[in-house]
C-alpha cells in the first residue's frame, strides 16, 4: 500500500514526543514490512517548507499557515483553536497536493488537535485514526490546566468530528479506548487496540552507557518537567529513599516548562524542593536529548520510573523496558498495561510519593528481583511490541478502513470538490472573524481604544482620513451646512468598515464620494 502518515511532531525538527516517537516507529515499521510510506509534518518556526529523507522514509515538512491573514479577533479570543486551525490547514494542503500527484491508498493521522479534520470531512481516502490524548480529557481532568473554554471546547469539538468520520479508530491502551467510547458515544469494541510500536533493536541491553558505571543503584526519569508526568511526586520522595538507602542515585532528564506556580519554571522549583530537603547530591539534572541517544541513558540505569498523573501508554515506560530496566509505574491510564505488576515491574498509585518511595527501597535493596523484572521486560517488548509486528496490525487496519471507505465514500460532512475546502472554510471563518470583531467594538470602549491605538501605529493616514471625516460630520451638525462630496467620503467609510480593512488612497474616496453624489442626483432628477 501506498500510505500518508500525517503527523504534526515528527523527530527530530519537531521534538522527540510521544506522537513524534510513535510516528517514526510506525512509519519504519510499514516499510520494513514492504509498504510505501510518505510523512507530512511541520517544520521548524526558522525553517522553510522542505523534504527530508529519514532513512528511506520521505518526510514532507511544512510552515504553519491562516486560513485568512485578516482573522484578528479568532486570534485574540481563541488562541488555541487558531494554532489547530493553522497546522491542520498546512497539513492538509501539502497532503493534497501530493495525493493529486501520486494517490495514497490511506492516510493516517492522530486525533489529538484534530489534524485529520480535512481528511475526515472531505472523505478523500481512507483514513485511520489514532488516539493519544484527546482534549476533552484534558478538559475532564484539568490536565495541563486546561479549562472548558469555548477555546478549548471547539478544540474538542473538531477533534470528535474527525474521530466520528474516520473509518477506523485505534487506541494504545484499553483505558484510553473506554474514555473515548464514552466521550463519543461509540462502541468500544470498534476501538482496535493496537500498542505503540519500538525498536528493540535500539533500545536494547547491549551497547555503550551514557554515564559511567557506579557502586549507587541508578533511578532514571525522563519526561519533561511538569505535573502531569509526576515529577513533583518523585522529588517528594527522594527523601523518604535516601533515608533507608544511602546507595541511591536520581537522574533527572527532560525539558524544563512554565507549569509551576504563577507560570514559572518547574526545574527551579524542584532544585528549591531538593535543596530544602538536603538531598542534592544524589539528584542530577540533564536537558532533555535526542531520541537516538537515550537507549544509552537506559542501559546506565537500573531502575526506570514512570510517576505519570496521567498517561495513555507513556513511551518512557517501552524505552525502558526494551533496554532490561525493572519500572516503576502508576496504574493511572495505560502504563499498567505495558508493564505486568510483579512480573516486568510494579504498579503504583498514581500522586503517591510514599508509595513511589516503598517501591524504590523494595528494588534497591534486592538485586536479584531488578534482574529478574528487567529480563521479563526486555521478554515482553520484543514478543508483542516491536515495531514490525505492530505495522503488520496496523496495515491490516488499514484494508479494514479501505473497505469501510467504499460502503460510505458519500457520506462525508463536505460533499464539494476536497479542492474547495479551504476556501470554503476561510470565507465562514472571516464571517465568523468580523461578528466577533463588530461586537467588540460596539460595546467595549477598552476594545475601541485599542482600535484606534492600532490605527495610529499602523495605519496613520487612514487614522487622519477618519478623524477629518468625523470634523466635517460634526461641522455639518453644528452649522446645519452640508457639504455632499466630503459627506459621502465618510459614509463610504463606515459603509466598507474601513474600521477592519486596508487603508484606501484620498483619492479613490474623493472618487467614491463623488460617484455617490452623482447617483443621488440622477434619482432626486427622475
Known amino acids: 500500500m501506498r500510505i500518508c502518515l500525517i503527523s504534526r511532531e515528527y523527530p527530530p525538527e519537531t521534538g522527540f514526543g510521544g506522537i513524534a516517537t510513535f510516528t517514526r516507529h510506525l512509519a519504519h515499521g510499514l516499510k520494513e514490512i514492504g509498504h510505501e510510506v510518505e510523512v507530512v509534518s511541520l517544520c521548524k518556526d526558522d525553517n522553510p517548507d522542505h523534504i527530508q529523507e529519514d532513512d528511506g522514509v520521505i518526510v514532507h515538512r511544512v510552515q504553519q499557515e491562516w486560513l485568512g491573514k485578516r482573522l484578528g479577533t479568532i486570534s485574540m479570543c481563541m488562541p488555541y483553536s487558531r494554532y489547530v486551525l493553522m497546522t491542520s490547514t498546512a497539513l492538509w494542503r501539502k497532503f493534497f497536493q501530493i495525493h493529486s500527484r501520486k494517490p ?131 522529588v517528594d520522595a527522594v527523601k523518604d529513599v535516601v533515608a533507608v538507602n544511602k546507595n541511591v542515585e536520581f537522574v533527572i532528564i527532560g525539558d524544563d516548562t512554565s507549569t509551576a506556580h504563577g507560570q514559572t519554571s518547574v526545574l527551579a522549583e524542584l532544585k528549591e524542593k531538593i535543596a530544602r530537603d538536603k538531598v542534592g547530591d544524589y539528584v542530577k539534572f540533564i536537558a532533555r536529548i535526542p531520541l537516538t ?90 514478543e508483542e511490541f516491536d515495531r514490525k509486528e505492530i505495522a503488520r496490525q496496523t496495515a491490516e487496519l488499514y484494508k479494514l478502513a479501505g473497505t469501510r471507505y467504499k460502503s460510505r465514500a458519500e457520506s462525508g460532512l463536505y460533499r464539494k470538490s476536497p479542492e474547495a475546502m479551504l476556501a470554503d472554510a476561510a470565507f465562514m471563518l472571516s464571517a465568523f472573524d468580523t461578528m466577533i470583531y463588530d461586537t467588540l467594538y460596539q460595546y467595549s470602549w477598552r476594545f ?66 463623488a460617484a455617490s453624489e452623482e447617483q443621488e442626483n440622477v434619482t432626486s432628477a427622475r
Open 104 to 234: 495514497f491508498d490511506v492516510v493516517d493521522t492522530p486525533e489529538l488537535l484534530a489534524e485529520g479534520l480535512f481528511p475526515a470531512i472531505t472523505r478523500a481516502l481512507p483514513l485511520l485514526i489514532r488516539l493519544y490524548t484527546p482534549h476533552s480529557k484534558f478538559i475532564a481532568e484539568k490536565l495541563h490546566n486546561v479549562t472548558p473554554s469555548f477555546d478549548h471546547e471547539f478544540v474538542a469539538g473538531v477533534e470528535r468530528v474527525a474521530m466520528l468520520s474516520a473509518d477506523v479508530l485505534t487506541s494504545p491502551s484499553l483505558d484510553l479506548a473506554r474514555f473515548v467510547a464514552s466521550d463519543l458515544n461509540y462502541d468500544l469494541d470498534d476501538i482496535h487496540i493496537v500498542r505503540n510500536p519500538i525498536d528493540p533493536s535500539q533500545f536494547s541491553p547491549e551497547g555503550q552507557k551514557a554515564l559511567p558505571d557506579t557502586d549507587k543503584v541508578r533511578v532514571l526519569f525522563v519526561g519533561r518537567l511538569e505535573e502531569r508526568k509526576g515529577i513533583h511526586y518523585l
Open 293 to 382: 541517544e537515550l537507549p544509552a541513558h537506559y542501559r546506565s540505569a537500573d531502575i526506570s520510573i514512570v510517576p505519570s498523573v496521567y498517561d495513555n501508554s507513556p513511551y518512557t515506560c517501552q524505552e525502558a523496558m526494551s533496554c532490561g530496566n525493572p519500572v516503576i509505574g502508576t496504574d493511572s491510564g495505560g502504563t499498567a498495561e505495558y508493564l505486568v505488576d510483579g512480573v516486568s515491574g510494579i504498579a503504583i498509585p498514581p500522586r503517591d510519593s510514599a508509595a513511589i518511595a516503598d517501591a524504590l527501597n523494595r528494588l534497591i535493596s534486592d538485586r536479584e528481583l531488578r534482574e529478574r523484572m528487567g529480563a521479563a521486560a526486555r521478554k515482553r517488548v520484543v
Open 448 to 513: 475601541r481604544l485599542r482600535h484606534w491605538g492600532r490605527l495610529f501605529v499602523k495605519r496613520p493616514r487612514l487614522l487622519g482620513a477618519k478623524i477629518c471625516c468625523k470634523l466635517i460630520a460634526s461641522v455639518d451638525r453644528l452649522t446645519f451646512r452640508k457639504i455632499p462630496m466630503l459627506s459621502r467620503c465618510g459614509s463610504y467609510l463606515q459603509e466598507e468598515s474601513i474600521k477592519r480593512s486596508q487603508d484606501i488612497p484620498l483619492a479613490t474616496l474623493i472618487q467614491a464620494g
